[in-house]
């Protein structure tokens, strides 16, 4: 089965399907082109794949979704609706939160400051809550997600271990009820049992209804975790996959640029 047959049977979450649509995204840097002409879909309910080498494409393609980043080039359409996100405030406006790899969480303070750090909710009179309702809050977020390795959330972030620091990072990230959601390396540099824990919260995530778009170079994750699996090769689209019809190989030819056809006659040979 072709990629392009393989995704026109890809799942979609019941009466949601696409929430953002980018086409023709290109950016340059000099004369150095970082993206020519991307196109990028993602689907409520659904965990995509970005893949590819260093030097792909893949961070200036995430930093434009964020609105880190302008590009030259390039249409969005979210929620049916075309819009422009030329701003990190326009990307959380459209409901796009980014969770990038080194977390920017503050190790002194505890998981209840970190979660609400910027965003601390007020009461009536233009207060902040008190301390007691922000910790039920986090409890209550944490259940949801079915966290159950944090002992208190009143822990020091300095305390905990690199998967519960991703799982706090993703938790303040839904504080703003995000549709979208970037993950940027997720689980680089994490042990087996903090790898999974970070999967499976992942995965909750996409059972929330949340279009999901995880950056990783750890192709076994990525199988374990994501629907689709979308390819950068030198700035191009090289391919998008669903995970459920291909394999690591096909995956790795469509990143090096090798023919995969070839390359098992070898192996077989």
Do not use: W
């Not at 822990?155 to 009820?177: D, E, H, K, N, Y």
């Not at 929330?208 to 990525?222: E, F, M, P, Q, T």
């Amino acid at each position: 089965m072709t990629p392009a047959a393989a995704l026109a049977n890809d799942r979609q979450a019941p009466g949601t399907g696409s929430y953002l649509r980018l086409t023709g995204a290109s950016k340059s840097y000099g004369a150095v082109r970082a993206l020519d002409g991307v196109d990028l879909e993602l689907r409520a309910g659904e965990v995509t794949a970005l893949v590819g080498d260093n030097g792909a494409g893949k961070s200036t393609l995430v930093k434009a979704l964020a609105g880190v980043h302008a590009l030259d080039t390039g249409d969005f359409v979210i929620d049916g609706r075309p819009t422009t996100i030329a701003s990190p405030h326009d990307a959380v406006a459209q409901g796009i939160a980014t969770v990038y790899q080194d977390l920017a969480l503050c190790e002194n303070l505890d998981v209840v400051a970190n979660l609400y750090l910027g965003q601390e909710p007020r009461n009536g009179r233009g207060r902040l809550l008190d301390e007691e309702e922000m910790e039920s809050n986090a409890r209550r977020l944490l259940d949801e997600l079915a966290v159950r390795t944090l002992a208190s959330v009143r822990t020091a972030v300095a305390a905990l271990s690199g998967g519960q620091r991703q799982t706090v990072a993703i938790a303040r990230a839904l504080i703003g009820t995000p549709r979208v959601m970037l993950l940027d390396e997720p689980t680089a540099a994490l042990g087996v049992a903090q790898t999974a824990q970070v999967l499976e919260l992942i995965r909750r995530l996409r059972d929330r209804g949340i279009a999901v778009l995880v950056i990783s170079h750890n192709l076994g994750d990525v199988f374990k975790v994501a629907d689709r699996a979308v390819v950068l090769r030198l700035g191009a689209l090289a391919g998008e996959y669903r995970i459920a019809a291909t394999n690591q190989d096909e995956i790795v030819a469509a990143i090096t640029g090798a023919d995969v056809r070839n390359q098992n006659e070898r192996n077989h040979a």
